[in-house]
């Protein structure tokens, strides 16, 4: 079991020091993970401290930590959001959309806003947002890819349908997509994606991959056998891990037996 997308630093919670370092890899452990990836937003670029990741995880060798960030995209940061990846050797890259054209849409305030505007619009902005972060050539994984739904409100035309475009472009490009169960916690109350979603990724032959979205060390894992059973039903095999960016497959299956 993996969880690729946790927050050492919450949303400036604490400091990325060893002890919170360990507090989160001790939680991976209890909670039965055998790898876990750092994933810290980018906007907090100077508070991080990749080495120490990487130097605190040679105490617990039963685990696989890996080195990620979470980058908001934004069509017009293509050129900046690769000079800032380039100046790190990351295991991967999180690609995520927070913003449409300048409209921070995840805050918990924005909810009336979200139902001011016309629904189907607001999906089809958001996912082309998606579409061309996935062609940007940044990114190895989708973070929380139907992340628009998180009040609840829902498009009059068939999600699979607003996301296809999207979708082909992420199959092209070879980009995994995450199961994240964060989604549970906001007023839609399912993951993202939600299962209907997860078969059409899975019928198009998308790679899956995890993450608990995890800003404090307790939700490390969150609900993650959880997903990785709605994979398992929806047909997926297997999990994409990186390492240095370069893909690993691992089986759904034996790590549910752990
Ligand atoms: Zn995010
Ligand atoms: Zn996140």
Same mark, same amino acid.
């Given at each position: ?32 993970? @055998? ?15 990749? %080495?120490?990741?990487?130097? @605190?995880? &040679? ?20 050129? *900046? ?22 409209? &921070? ?13 016309n629904p189907d619009q607001l999906y089809t902005?958001?996912f *082309? ?25 829902r498009p009059y035309t068939d999600v699979r349908i607003l996301a296809k475009p ?38 198009? %032959?998308?790679?899956? @991959? ?49």
């Amino acid at each position: 079991m993996l969880d690729l997308h946790v927050h050492l630093l919450g949303h400036r919670d604490r400091e990325a020091n060893r002890d919170n370092i360990r507090s989160f890899l001790g939680e991976a452990l209890r909670k039965k993970l @055998t790898r876990i990836g750092f994933a810290d937003h980018d906007y907090y670029w100077h508070e991080l401290n990749f %080495d120490l990741i990487r130097e @605190t995880a &040679l105490e617990y060798p039963e685990l696989e930590v890996r080195v990620g960030l979470e980058v908001d995209y934004r069509e017009e940061n293509e050129e *900046s959001i690769r000079r800032m990846i380039d100046q790190y050797d990351f295991d991967y890259i999180i690609g995520s959309v927070h913003e449409i054209k300048g409209w &921070l849409f995840d805050y918990p305030e924005e909810e009336e806003e979200h139902r001011r505007r016309n629904p189907d619009q607001l999906y089809t902005d958001y996912f *082309s947002l998606i579409e061309k972060a996935a062609r940007s050539g940044l990114f190895d994984i989708i973070g929380h890819i139907d992340l628009v739904k998180l009040f609840g409100i829902r498009p009059y035309t068939d999600v699979r349908i607003l996301a296809k475009p999207a979708l082909e472009v992420i199959k092209q490009n070879g980009l995994v997509v995450e199961v994240n169960t964060n989604g549970r916690y906001k007023a839609v109350n399912e993951f993202y994606p939600d299962f209907n979603l997860i078969e059409t990724i899975k019928q198009m %032959d998308i790679a899956f @991959t995890l993450g608990s979205d995890a800003h404090e060390f307790g939700n490390v894992g969150r609900d993650l056998f959880e997903a990785a059973k709605q994979l398992e039903s929806a047909g997926v095999r297997t999990l994409t891990g990186f390492t240095r960016r370069i893909p690993d497959i691992l089986p759904i299956k034996s790590q549910m037996d752990v």
